[in-house]
């Protein structure tokens, strides 16, 4: 079984699954490039921030527990592996709890070698995690996982240290930050940050994470008293604790919500509520933290969670101070939202990709925040057509600088409705990949790049159907742009290159990958010719 996130593929009959482009190629979020768009996540809490933003991750079960001892990585992938997790049942104690465990961590070094993998005894499911700051692809993650990368062995006739990995559990440092405990004061020789006025030592502690939080509320009672100050529990990121949070965490953490502004949640599924084994009731702590901050919260991320449900969209909807609100493939199986609770009215950001929601219940939230700027609606395959929403955020939503769309409105027959994009004067981002009206007009996108003089990134990704001809006039007027997105175009040739390279001044990235029109040396040479411009052109790869 093989569960990727965000969404690239899911199957059972992995690695046998059929490449299927439409399906498949969900590669839009990846490269370092695709960080600095204006609809991108910033992060909460800086501390506690993945350096590798590590979101996407492949999860493999297996039938039967199996023993590793190393990890063949090739050359090209080093880079991409960033960390390899195994999680284990215990069946002799079916009551104790399973963990994960950190297997593998990319190393530093450039050479190339076979990695020892941490001895964890049997595992019986594996986690890869992504550096998406590289530019991989679905097809390639297929040719990944053909290899014999993870394979069984007999049992290990040689010990390895078991005791080397996360000492600390967070749960057990979070219960010992009970005030009425006493500290262990002990300490040898002279201690400097007993100096240091309280001021200064706030400003020390602002630069730690939870964890270390945690443990310098351990120290005494007064860097316990510091430590514990709601101020340092603002703004709260848990997705580096994945492996750890549950709902025990997440109540002690609660203690500390008096002043919450940003929590993000992202892939924060307990493992152990994941599969099945107990009820954490993830959701009763989320609706208790919901109410108690629900006046001061003002951004929330709650991306690939499996206990979003119906009560908790109405609580989500009622935070009157809700100004960024992600929620990426919910569990949700419908937006069942009571729209006389709906009390957003300073959203900026929406991004409800791939959620099963519908027109009835997006335009109501679009027609209720008159300042948003960036809304992502990709993949939300139950919206009906582009039609009444643009229409809705022409009236009311004009300050809107970001659009995205991608793969939403795959079988559009009116290509005039694009037109409405037009009217966005603010439009920095548009971007309709597998959008494509049949039959196309040159109109509506000469309108949206001679109206919107602000865009600056554009994408088309999949418009197959679009030629030389319809696409060189736009990019003559397409002055302003910075990215262009033109993958998996096969009618256009280099014609199209050498108008977009030589035409649009301040262009830094050209996708142009899967286009089989155009050949691969003169990708070469334009390369040369205009370093300044990241090319990105690649054919398929059959596997």
């Known amino acids: ?77 080093k880079k991409v592996i960033y960390r390899m997790w195994g999680f284990r049942r215990n069946k002799e104690k079916p009551n104790r709890s399973p963990v994960w465990k950190l297997l593998y961590v990319a190393p530093q070094s450039k050479e190339f070698a076979t990695r020892p993998i941490k001895y964890f005894g049997s595992v019986t499911e594996i986690r890869f995690e992504f550096n998406r700051n590289f530019g991989i692809q679905c097809y390639e993650l297929i040719n990944f996982m053909n290899g014999e990368l993870v394979f069984s062995i007999p049992p290990l006739d040689y010990d390895i240290p078991k005791n080397n990995w996360m000492k600390d559990e967070v749960p057990k440092l ?19 940050f007993e100096t240091l006025p309280t001021e200064a030592m706030y400003k020390i502690f602002n630069y730690l994470d939870l964890v270390s939080l945690s443990r310098c509320a351990q120290v005494n009672k007064r860097w316990n008293r510091i430590a514990s100050d709601p101020l340092f529990y603002r703004d709260i990121d848990l997705k580096m604790y994945w492996t750890k949070l549950n709902s025990t965490t997440l109540k002690l953490l609660m203690k500390k919500f008096n002043r919450l502004r940003k929590l993000d949640m992202t892939v924060c599924n307990n493992p152990i509520n994941y599969f099945g084994l107990f009820s954490e009731h993830f959701d009763i702590v989320l609706k208790r933290i919901l109410q108690k901050s629900r006046k001061t919260l003002t951004h929330l991320c709650l991306n690939h969670t499996r206990f979003v449900n119906s009560e908790i969209l109405d609580m989500i909807v009622a935070c009157p101070n809700l100004q960024e609100l992600r929620l990426q493939r919910p569990s ?212």
């Not at 979070?174 to 002279?190: H, L, R, W």
């Open 1 to 77: 079984m093989v569960h990727y996130y965000p969404y690239s593929f899911s199957s059972s009959d992995f690695p046998k699954y059929v490449l299927a482009v439409n399906e498949t190629i969900t590669d839009k979020n990846y490269g370092a490039w695709a960080q600095g768009t204006f609809i991108a996540q910033k992060p909460y809490r800086h501390p506690d921030t993945d350096p590798f933003s590590s979101h996407d991750f492949l999860h493999i079960e297996f039938k039967r527990s199996i023993k590793m001892s190393q990890l063949l990585v090739d050359p090209r992938w």
């Open 174 to 192: 979070m219960s010992n930050m009970d005030p009425q405990e006493k500290p262990n004061t002990k300490s040898k020789g002279k201690n400097f």
């Open 332 to 543: 949700v199986c419908s937006w069942t939202v009571d729209l006389s609770n709906l009390a957003m009215t300073k959203l900026k950001t929406l991004d409800v990709s791939r959620a099963r929601i519908t027109e009835e219940e997006l335009i109501p939230i679009l027609k209720n925040n008159p300042n948003l700027e960036y809304l992502s609606i990709d993949g939300c395959s139950q919206l009906g057509g582009p039609g009444r929403i643009l229409e809705t955020i022409v009236t009311y939503n004009r300050n809107l600088k970001a659009w995205s769309s991608w793969q939403t409105f795959q079988n559009q027959d009116n290509a005039q409705i694009y037109e409405d994009f037009g009217e966005l004067l603010h439009l920095e981002e548009l971007d309709l990949g597998f959008c494509e009206p049949r039959p196309y007009t040159n109109t509506c996108l000469e309108i949206i790049v001679l109206r919107c003089e602000k865009l600056k990134r554009l994408g088309l990704t999949n418009w197959n159907l679009m030629t030389d001809e319809q696409l060189l006039p736009i990019l003559k007027e397409a002055k302003g742009l910075t990215q262009l997105n033109l993958a998996h175009m096969p009618k256009i040739s280099a014609s199209v290159l050498s108008q977009a390279v030589t035409s649009i001044p301040n262009l830094c990235l050209l996708d142009i990958r899967h286009c089989v029109g155009i050949n691969k040396k003169i990708v070469e040479e334009y390369k040369k010719q205009y370093p300044n411009i990241n090319i990105f052109h690649q054919k398929y790869l059959h596997v």
